[in-house]
């Protein structure tokens, strides 16, 4: 069954911000680190950004560090706060979970079914 949803995804302009989010339904899943992960049209699914099951560490790609934040907070929900939107940001923006430990930023067991997200100019 589907325990990961994404919603907040839509059509933005560039130089807009928007937040996405990923509400998780086992609470299992906050015990761990969660990412969030992206795949443009004709693309691989690439790494966003990462947090640590105690949420104090944070790992993001160097094509949105300093414009995107990741954060959770105490009710199994996961965030991705965009700002300052390119037109390469356009993808489908996916969640990721998992319910062992790992050192690992890339490796998870749960995905949600992701959320568009489409920049224009």
């Known amino acids: 069954q589907v325990q990961l949803v994404e919603s907040g995804g839509g059509l933005v302009q560039a130089g807009d911000s928007l937040r996405v989010s990923c509400a998780a339904s086992r609470r299992t899943f906050i015990r761990y680190a969660m990412g969030w992960f992206r795949q443009a049209p004709g693309k691989e699914r690439e790494f966003v950004a990462h947090i640590s099951g105690n949420g104090y560490t944070t790992s993001y790609a160097d094509s949105v560090k300093g414009r995107f934040t990741i954060s959770r907070d105490n009710a199994n929900t996961v965030y991705l706060q965009m700002s300052n939107l390119k037109l390469e940001d356009t993808a489908v923006y996916y969640c990721?979970?998992?319910?062992?430990?790992?050192?690992?930023?890339?490796?998870?067991?749960?995905w949600g079914q992701g959320t568009q997200v489409t920049v224009s100019s």
């Open positions: 990721a979970a998992r319910t062992y430990d790992s050192s690992s930023y890339y490796h998870y067991d749960y």
